[in-house]
């Protein structure tokens, strides 16, 4: 990608390589050549990450302990390795790529159609496991927010839908261990995983220009507050309403139980 640039930008560009699941220790040292280039950080975006599908019950703690070590671990280590920086600066972005898959969790494999969206609004979800890490992701997130919201440093969370971006579907559906009753959900999951490339509504140029617009409040963020949150895609907010309408319906449905637990005369 760098190859593509223009000549005068590529000047400006440089890269430090390596594995974010290597662990903290590891990642500071490149961290601080990164931050030796120029002097400083102002900004750090946590886009890496990928899917491994599958089911809950049959990938289990595996498949999610492998899912957690890029998503989340490696995450949160590229993060802490960069804020004495931005401390440093008492200014500063953080954005982190979360992931609608947490707001539609309860669906199995790929997901069902839910009434009022097409079957192209659906067919994004990677699995369980996937949508675990990014909820994990998400609240590292809003923690950060408070943490460092006294330094002055802003903090993102941007939750895309479903864009053509290359490799996320590129990890093998896991058949390591098949549980019979789960045939059929599986063969339909794996059947749903394999038509989704290529179908995705979301455009990441389009996405990448707001996310950029947001960080220097310039275009379509210009003369409006900094969010914490930012949703991409209409399927990303069809998801988050769709959510939200079936935790409040079910919270007023027991609100009596909610509100009967505590002491008595309290």
Not at 12 to 27: A, H, K, P, Q
Not at 92 to 116: K, M, Y
Request: aromatic share 8%; proline share 5%; hydrophobic share 40%.
């Amino acid at each position: 990608m760098i190859a593509t640039l223009k000549p005068e930008v590529r000047k400006r560009v440089r890269t430090v390589v390596f594995d974010i699941t290597e662990g903290e220790e590891n990642i500071k040292p490149k961290i601080a050549i990164a931050a030796a280039y120029w002097g400083r950080i102002d900004i750090l975006v946590n886009n890496a990450g990928y899917g491994l599908p599958g089911l809950m019950e049959e990938g289990g703690s595996k498949l999610l302990r492998r899912q957690f070590e890029t998503n989340v671990f490696g995450v949160l280590d590229v993060t802490t390795a960069t804020l004495p920086y931005l401390r440093a600066n008492r200014s500063g972005c953080v954005v982190v790529i979360g992931s609608r898959s947490t707001w539609r969790a309860e669906l199995p494999g790929l997901g069902e159609s839910l009434p009022g969206l097409s079957m192209q609004l659906q067919l994004n979800e990677l699995s369980g496991h996937y949508a675990a890490s990014k909820a994990a992701v998400h609240a590292v997130t809003e923690s950060l927010i408070g943490e460092l919201a006294p330094f002055n440093i802003k903090v993102l969370l941007v939750q895309p839908g479903a864009f053509r971006t290359e490799g996320i579907y590129g990890q093998p559906y896991f058949t390591g261990n098949p549980i019979p009753d789960h045939d059929e959900l599986r063969t339909k999951s794996i059947a749903r995983f394999a038509a989704v490339a290529g179908s995705e509504r979301g455009d990441p140029d389009k996405a990448a220009e707001a996310i950029v617009d947001v960080v220097r409040g310039e275009g379509v963020a210009k003369g409006r507050p900094w969010p914490n949150y930012l949703w991409l895609g209409d399927d990303a907010e069809a998801d988050v309403r769709n959510k939200c309408r079936k935790v409040l319906t079910e919270l007023d449905a027991w609100k009596d139980v909610t509100r009967g637990v505590n002491f008595d005369g309290v």
